[in-house]
Structures are given as C-alpha cells and as structure tokens.
C-alpha cells in the first residue's frame, strides 16, 4: 500500500517544536489502542526517519466499510498528512481521519505542555520581563464573560439589597442594586486593564513566546528549584529581543540566552514564536467596522478571548497567552472577530437590560407571588438568561464566519479550545444518543457540536440575511431535536 498513488493531502497546525514532534509515535503507541478509535480503523503503526524526514505511517479506513489506505504524518511544523489508497479517494473517511488527527494531536500537545517552559513577554513593556506574578482577583473578576459578570453584581446587589433593607431604606434598595450592575458593567473592560503591563497598543503590538522543551519529569524542577535562573533567562531574552531586529530572533539566539543563565540550551527543544496581536485586532476590528478596542494580553494558559465593556467605545479585548499559543493566527482573527460581533450588535447591552427587566419585574410585580418558591424560580429565570445567551453567542460565530470568510476555519478554532470535550462525551467524532444534557447547562453557549457543524455547513456565498433570527431558529431546533437519538 506504500506504493499506492497519492489521493488526499492536508495539514494539522501544532504549537510543537520539531523535537517534540518526534514523540508522537511513542505517544500514539501507549495512549491510543489500534481499533477503538472512534469512526477508524487504524493499524501497522510505522515510524522512519528519511532523506525526505521524519514521518509515522499507518493503515487506516473507515471503521465500518471495506476502504483502506496508507496514512502518513510528516512530523514537521505544520504536520503534512498524506492518504494513499488503491481504491480512489473516501471524502467522509477524510472527514473522519482529520478530526481523528486533530483531537489526537491536541491530547498530544497537552502532554507535551507538562514538559514545556513557556515565557511571554511584550516587547517595549519592561515589566512583562518578569516572572509571572500571582493573578489578581480583582482584575480577574472584571476580565470574564459578561454573563458572570451580571450574576455577580446581582449578587453585589443582594448584599446592598439586605444592607439597605436592615438601616430602613428597602424602598431605594432596587436604585441602588440597578446602579451598581449598571457601574460594574460599564466599568468592566476598563478595570480589568487598569494599569496593566500586558496592555497592547500600537507601539507595543507583539507578544513574543519562547517555548522549550525540557526533560521529562524536570518542569517542576525548573519552576521550583531553577526560579532564579529562569528569571535571569527570562529578563536577557526581553533584553536581547528589545535590542535586535525581530527577524534575527531564533531559537539558536535564544539557546544561547538560556546556556548563558546556567539552565541547559539546545536549539532543537526551542521554538520563538511572534504575534502581532495589534494588527490581528485591527484588522478584525477594520471588517466590522469598529474602532480598536482596548487591548489586554491574560497569562491564562486556557484558550480563550472575551470582550468587555458596556459599550464600543469602553470596550476591552482580552486575549490570554493559551490562545496565542494553541491557535494559529487565522484561527485567532476568527475568535476575536467573534467578539467583536458581540461589541458591534450591541450583546453586553441586550443582557444587560434583559437582567434589569426581569429584577424589576419580580420586585415591583410578582414577589409577593413568589413565596417559598424563590430557589427554583431563580434556577429557572438564570437557565433562561443563559439560554437567550445562546442565540447571541450562535449569531456571533455566524457573523464572524461570514464577516471575515472562513467559517471552517472558526469551526477549527473550536475543535482545537474543546477538544477535550468534544472527545470525551463522543458527540462529535461519534455521534449518538440523547444530548439533551448538553443544552440544559448554565452555559451561554450552544453544545460545541452544534456550533461546529453549523460553520462548518455554512454558505459563505449564500449567508442568512438576519444573522439573529437565524440563530434564534438553528438553536430552538437544535434543542428539541436534542433529545432525539442518532
């Protein structure tokens, strides 16, 4: 079968140093068993090294079906994947074989992170030079999705709410709940990037990222025994790249950054990785017509990004490292384009007054009513809130694939942020059974399946006219046929 004509060829984007990539044949071999995994057959696992490279080979076809090829990996940053078979091409054993290979290669990349050193700082930002110091809750509060962000100023205004009942005020209680989630949330982006070195503007665009791979099992010995010396590496490689052209940074400079501090410096366990956050931002930004927002980099090692803020102009981006690291850049614009869908259809503002409404309307029209039943009604109204949640997070990544063009490409992004999830419930690489569960969760966002599967049918040609009211159907479709087995 080696010999068999060429048929399909893609690549996987890897945050992983060539070095490291030459563990995946090991890792297949100890975590995955030949047979079971879902929708492929796999088996002959082969690993070379050739004048052409490294490369592992494997037999594979559907799990259920009579097709059968030769796959193999070139382990190189992107990883090339090529499908040989004397039997023609099998688009939906394609399908399956690539998020197969992306789901494992995400589980590789996580293990592959317990043995990695990671330093990020920002170039023309002295500060970011130095080791990361313990989060502040206080900007952490004000840096998360707007939905907890309205759950907590209610609780707030519970609080002031029982404080002001207590001293005889009970009748000016509701003013005051209302204004302080009307503080919080206008105040929100703008706290959360008060005065913080990760600030990214114009002048200090980039976040640079070097990446080493250290010895297994010594990371918590580099973290806990060589601080000191991390911390010198960490301030020369600021230094080295503040007074170099970018271009000249690679991982040999850095090697030799590293050997200078007394840690260990070989140039095939380093990878120096550049974003130029600003431009992302500002080009996103540009397509939806929007001004760039505030910008603010998370040393959150979790994939994800948020926009806060009440309205365009007091909006902030937030970005966290993980994102920086596991995201190509495309895959990047598609979930800050997602956001900023969010700040342009004015989200923050619809939740908002959706929250005041509703408050307003228990306490001046149906407490009383109420009684005993305060616990399950609260359960219920929150369940609605996040599910209305729903609507505007699915037009987000509607408007975001057909504003920026590449649907499929946002629908990667998600794979890669959930992958875990999506693998361990075995909705997505094989589907069946009931996921009504998955809909009843106190989550704003639809399933990962259903929004994946919606970019990834999506007609960027032929898009819906009313982004929202499609939304709004895909998603009360999605969740009363969710209880349906397939």
Same mark, same amino acid.
């Given at each position: 079968?080696?010999?068999?004509?060429?048929?399909?060829?893609? +690549?996987?984007?890897?945050?992983?140093?060539?070095?490291?990539?030459?563990?995946?044949?090991?890792?297949?071999?100890?975590?995955?068993?030949?047979?079971?995994?879902?929708?492929?057959?796999?088996?002959?696992?082969?690993?070379?090294?050739?004048?052409?490279?490294?490369?592992?080979?494997?037999?594979?076809?559907?799990?259920?079906?009579?097709?059968?090829?030769?796959?193999?990996?070139?382990?190189?940053?992107?990883?090339?994947?090529?499908?040989?078979?004397?039997?023609?091409?099998?688009?939906?054993?394609?399908?399956?074989?690539?998020?197969?290979?992306?789901?494992?290669?995400?589980?590789?990349?996580?293990?592959?992170?317990?043995?990695?050193?990671?330093?990020?700082?920002?170039?023309?930002?002295?500060?970011?030079?130095?080791?990361?110091?313990?989060?502040?809750?206080?900007?952490?509060?004000?840096?998360?999705?707007?939905?907890?962000?309205?759950?907590?100023?209610?609780?707030?205004?519970?609080?002031?709410?029982?404080?002001? +009942?207590?001293?005889?005020?009970?009748?000016?209680?509701?003013?005051?709940?209302?204004?302080?989630?009307?503080?919080?949330?206008?105040?929100?982006?703008?706290?959360? !990037?008060?005065?913080?070195?990760?600030?990214?503007?114009?002048?200090?665009?980039?976040?640079?990222?070097?990446?080493? +791979?250290?010895?297994?099992?010594?990371?918590?010995?580099?973290?806990?025994?060589?601080?000191?010396?991390?911390?010198?590496?960490?301030?020369?490689?600021?230094?080295?790249?503040?007074?170099?052209?970018?271009?000249?940074?690679?991982?040999?400079?850095?090697?030799?950054?590293?050997?200078?501090?007394?840690?260990?410096?070989?140039?095939?366990?380093?990878?120096?990785?550049?974003?130029?956050?600003?431009?992302?931002?500002?080009?996103?930004?540009?397509?939806?017509?929007?001004?760039?927002?505030?910008?603010?980099?998370?040393?959150?090692?979790?994939?994800?990004?948020?926009?806060?803020?009440?309205?365009?102009?007091?909006?902030?981006?937030?970005?966290?490292?993980?994102?920086?690291?596991?995201?190509?850049?495309?895959?990047?614009?598609?979930?800050?384009?997602?956001?900023?869908?969010?700040?342009?259809?004015?989200?923050?503002?619809?939740?908002?007054?959706?929250?005041?409404?509703?408050?307003?309307?228990?306490?001046?029209?149906?407490?009383?009513?109420?009684?005993?039943?305060?616990?399950?009604?609260?359960?219920?109204?929150?369940?609605?809130?996040?599910?209305?949640?729903?609507?505007?997070? !699915?037009?987000?990544?509607?408007?975001?694939?057909?504003?920026?063009?590449?649907?499929?490409?946002?629908?990667?992004?998600?794979?890669?942020?959930?992958?875990?999830?999506?693998?361990?419930?075995?909705?997505?690489?094989?589907?069946?059974?009931?996921?009504?569960?998955?809909?009843?969760?106190?989550?704003?966002?639809?399933?990962?399946?259903?929004?994946?599967?919606?970019?990834?049918?999506?007609?960027?040609?032929?898009?819906?006219?009313?982004?929202?009211?499609?939304?709004?159907?895909?998603?009360?479709?999605?969740?009363? +046929?969710?209880?349906?087995?397939?």
């Amino acid at each position: 079968m080696a010999d068999a004509p060429l048929v399909h060829r893609f +690549n996987i984007d890897t945050e992983l140093a060539h070095a490291q990539l030459l563990a995946y044949p090991k890792f297949i071999r100890e975590h995955l068993a030949f047979g079971r995994i879902p929708g492929i057959k796999m088996g002959e696992l082969s690993a070379v090294a050739s004048p052409q490279g490294h490369y592992m080979e494997f037999t594979s076809g559907p799990e259920r079906g009579t097709y059968e090829g030769t796959v193999r990996l070139y382990l190189e940053r992107p990883i090339r994947v090529e499908v040989r078979s004397t039997m023609g091409r099998d688009e939906g054993f394609e399908k399956q074989l690539g998020n197969v290979l992306l789901m494992v290669t995400q589980f590789f990349e996580e293990e592959a992170r317990k043995s990695t050193l990671y330093m990020a700082f920002v170039p023309g930002s002295p500060k970011t030079a130095e080791l990361r110091r313990s989060k502040s809750l206080f900007r952490a509060l004000f840096s998360g999705n707007m939905v907890n962000l309205f759950l907590l100023s209610i609780l707030i205004g519970v609080v002031v709410l029982s404080i002001m +009942n207590s001293i005889g005020l009970r009748d000016y209680a509701p003013i005051a709940m209302i204004g302080i989630m009307l503080g919080l949330v206008l105040s929100a982006g703008r706290i959360s !990037s008060w005065r913080s070195p990760w600030r990214i503007t114009p002048s200090s665009r980039e976040v640079v990222i070097v990446q080493q +791979n250290v010895p297994e099992g010594m990371l918590k010995h580099y973290v806990e025994e060589y601080r000191d010396r991390v911390r010198v590496a960490k301030e020369r490689a600021y230094a080295l790249y503040a007074g170099c052209p970018p271009e000249d940074i690679c991982a040999d400079k850095m090697a030799e950054v590293f050997a200078g501090a007394g840690l260990p410096g070989d140039k095939k366990d380093f990878l120096v990785r550049r974003t130029d956050v600003y431009s992302i931002v500002e080009r996103v930004a540009a397509k939806f017509r929007l001004s760039v927002p505030a910008i603010v980099i998370s040393q959150d090692p979790r994939p994800n990004a948020a926009a806060t803020g009440f309205t365009k102009s007091l909006a902030t981006m937030i970005i966290t490292i993980g994102l920086l690291v596991q995201l190509e850049e495309d895959e990047v614009e598609l979930v800050v384009g997602h956001e900023l869908s969010h700040l342009r259809s004015g989200d923050p503002v619809a939740l908002f007054s959706l929250v005041i409404a509703e408050y307003l309307a228990r306490v001046y029209l149906y407490l009383e009513y109420i009684g005993v039943f305060w616990l399950p009604y609260l359960l219920l109204v929150f369940w609605g809130i996040f599910f209305f949640g729903k609507f505007l997070e !699915s037009r987000a990544d509607l408007e975001a694939g057909i504003v920026l063009g590449r649907p499929k490409v946002m629908a990667e992004s998600l794979k890669k942020i959930g992958f875990r999830r999506l693998v361990l419930e075995e909705r997505f690489l094989e589907p069946g059974g009931s996921r009504f569960g998955e809909w009843m969760r106190f989550d704003p966002h639809p399933p990962l399946y259903f929004r994946i599967q919606r970019l990834e049918s999506l007609d960027v040609a032929n898009p819906p006219k009313h982004p929202f009211l499609s939304s709004v159907r895909a998603v009360a479709s999605g969740f009363v +046929n969710s209880g349906r087995a397939r």
